[in-house]
């Protein structure tokens, strides 16, 4: 019996775990390795999809299931299987493809198992592609793109964006989560995707109750799971309205945020 059995921790990955450039301060690696030594169960919830995160899996000693796709997906690496998989609704295509005539500065990426999708793209969706160490299957309308999707993100600047999400709030929130996870991309996934849904059924599956469960966060799209964890913390780099809600704060991701949680919870346990 370890210290630390039956608690999960679930980090995001970019901008919490690891900072700029793809480098994770060493003290979260080692931080980790000691927590899940003593029982502890550790995983990451990110936006990034299975493609973009599979080469950056050294750099995190998860020993459960992984959440991608900003909720979309739990994906066991160990095992090479998915777990639970959500999909966007077959209404997609013709909400996109007019939601993209609503609001012409819109570029998007749709993601169809492990492809990569683009329409109208711009110099976020250029950055985006790089940043992760992606390419597009194809560059095309959005009625040519292959579906179901598994999530979509809308990339343009946030004064374009705000009211394109509003959209989506008034007209189709049954359909779809829209939620930041930065000032230029709006990630879109089914209704009930959530980081926070995705953390829940992971915790559920490996028997951890809430009291038990910790989540790091830094950006809009983190604080479903912040909100559903015993306590949600974020990096001190964490967006504003992450601040706002309440999160217990850390030091920032490039001084070892999450090496940080597990030295409260070596206090707690």
């Known amino acids: ?14 901008d919490t775990y690891c900072g700029p450039g793809g480098v994770v301060h060493p003290a979260n690696i080692e931080a980790v390795k000691a927590f899940t030594a003593q029982g ?11 493609r973009s995160f599979v080469r950056h899996l050294d750099l995190a000693p998860v020993n459960v299931p992984v959440i991608l796709s900003n909720g979309s997906q739990i994906y066991d690496f160990a095992k090479e299987e998915m777990v639970v998989a959500t999909t966007l609704p077959m209404e997609a295509s013709a909400d996109f493809e ?12 749709a993601y169809h198992q492990e492809a990569l999708y683009l329409c109208r793209p711009n110099s976020w969706t250029d950055y985006h592609i790089n940043k ?3 390419f597009a299957a194809a560059v095309c309308p959005v009625a040519e793109m292959p579906a179901p999707w598994g999530k979509a993100i809308l990339m343009a600047q946030y004064d374009d964006l705000f009211p394109a999400k509003v959209y989506i709030k008034n007209h189709w929130e049954d359909r ?10 709006l990630e879109i996934t089914a209704k009930g995707s959530t980081k926070g849904g995705m953390v829940l059924e992971l915790a559920r599956r490996l028997g951890v109750g809430r009291e038990h469960l910790y989540c790091v966060g830094d950006n809009q799209n983190d604080i479903p799971m912040l909100a559903v964890a015993a306590e949600g913390f974020a990096p001190a780099n ?3 309205e992450v601040r706002d809600w309440g999160a217990t704060i850390l030091p920032p991701c490039s001084e070892g945020a999450v090496a940080a949680l ?5 206090e707690r346990y």
Do not use: Q, W
């Open 1 to 14: 019996m370890g210290k630390f059995d039956g608690v999960l921790i679930a980090t995001d990955f970019d």
């Open 40 to 50: 502890g169960f550790f995983t990451v919830a990110t936006g990034r999809a299975h």
């Open 98 to 109: 007019l939601l993209l005539e609503l609001f012409p500065a819109l570029g998007l990426e």
């Open 132 to 134: 992760v160490g992606l």
């Open 176 to 185: 779809y989560e829209a939620v930041f996870s930065n000032d230029h991309m």
């Open 238 to 240: 964490c967006a504003r």
């Open 262 to 266: 597990i030295a409260l919870l070596e």
